[in-house]
């Protein structure tokens, strides 16, 4: 490495089943010169998220796929050090969808989505990749708007010990919740879910019956379930839910990796029979309000009244078997990977 080239994660193979190491590769190539408008920004944490699995397919989605021989596709934190662009100086803390890069050189506009971002000063920069950037927010308008939890509801988290899954619970907390249940895999991760976010009980779905412990929990029903991961988990919840509950679909990290799509939930009848509300949605529908988000939920964190948790792997080469421990279950809260001091 010298200090005229950039390394960058390109997408190599389409992922056919569980996404391989192997399906990218490392590439280097001289940095351009920066044009009028352009800062040079030099990545120092990497993001990483369940949805990237997706990306990586070709099929259409919110996001165009990442193409092959493409940098794949990240959230980024980093240090502007150089600048042609009139609102951005050398030296400030910049977050962006800059991707698995050391170095990127990008059109200065600002912006929630595809621009660059300035990381408000206090800030810990990769708070930015995590409770404050798109989990945190997808998190937010999850839980309020699309769930619209209200005070005294019954609420179920599933994926509840991830980033996007652990802020979720606890802004139900927030919001007035009578009460509030993780499902999480292990018992260090039920553990942080009832002792550090504070929710009222955590079932650990690897050694526990999740669909025995939700009757046990919540006797009366769901009201509201907030849903990361499909599959059994899901079946088992539509079979607690409250009669006119509502469940919002978030994620479903469970099939992201099959070959073949599993079968759909079993209890699907379960909606009809318990008139439930189901709703999908994506962060994007919601991006023009996330300075709203932002300031209720960087007020709950300065206040302490939500907590967060983040894995931070280390290593620009360590960007594969990183994103590999989200689908392996290894990651408490944001999934990280630091590759600069």
């Keep these: 490495m010298t200090e005229n080239t950039n390394g960058q994660w390109r997408l190599r193979t389409r992922p056919h089943g569980m996404v391989k190491e192997s399906d990218f590769e490392l590439v280097r190539e001289p940095i351009p010169e920066l044009e009028e408008g352009q800062v040079h920004v030099r990545n120092h944490y990497l993001a990483f998220e369940p949805a990237m699995r997706g990306w990586l397919d070709d099929v259409p989605s919110y996001l165009p796929p990442v193409g092959i021989g493409e940098v794949m596709r990240a959230s980024t934190v980093g240090k502007v050090i150089a600048s042609k662009h009139s609102g951005f100086e050398v030296g400030e803390t910049v977050s962006g969808m800059l991707g698995w890069q050391e170095h990127a050189i990008v059109e200065g506009d600002p912006g929630p989505m595809g621009g660059l971002s300035r990381v408000p000063a206090g800030v810990p920069p990769q708070i930015m990749l995590g409770a404050l950037g798109v989990t945190g927010l997808t998190a937010y308008f999850g839980m309020t708007e699309v769930g619209g939890v209200k005070e005294g509801d019954k609420v179920l988290v599933s994926g509840a010990a991830g980033a996007t899954g652990s802020v979720a619970a606890q802004i139900a907390k927030r919001r007035g919740a009578s009460k509030v249940v993780g499902i999480a895999g292990g018992p260090e991760k039920c553990a942080w879910l ?57 994620g479903g990290i469970s099939g992201y990796n099959e070959e073949q799509l599993p079968p759909g939930p079993r209890h699907y009848m379960q909606i009809v029979i318990r008139r439930l509300t189901v709703k999908g949605f994506i962060l994007l529908d919601h991006i023009a309000r996330a300075g709203e988000a932002m300031g209720e939920l960087s007020g709950w964190i300065k206040n302490g009244e939500i907590d967060y948790a983040e894995d931070v792997q280390e290593g620009f080469e360590n960007a594969p078997s990183t994103l590999l421990r989200l689908y392996q279950g290894k990651n408490l809260g944001k999934q990280l990977l630091k590759i600069i001091d």
């Design 194 to 250: 009832t002792e550090k976010a504070g929710l009222d009980a955590a079932i650990d779905y690897k050694s526990e019956d999740v669909h025995s412990r939700l009757g046990e929990e919540f006797p009366d029903g769901v009201d509201l379930f907030f849903d990361n991961v499909g599959g059994p988990i899901l079946d088992d919840a539509l079979q607690n839910m409250a009669w006119f509950g509502r469940v919002v679909l978030c």
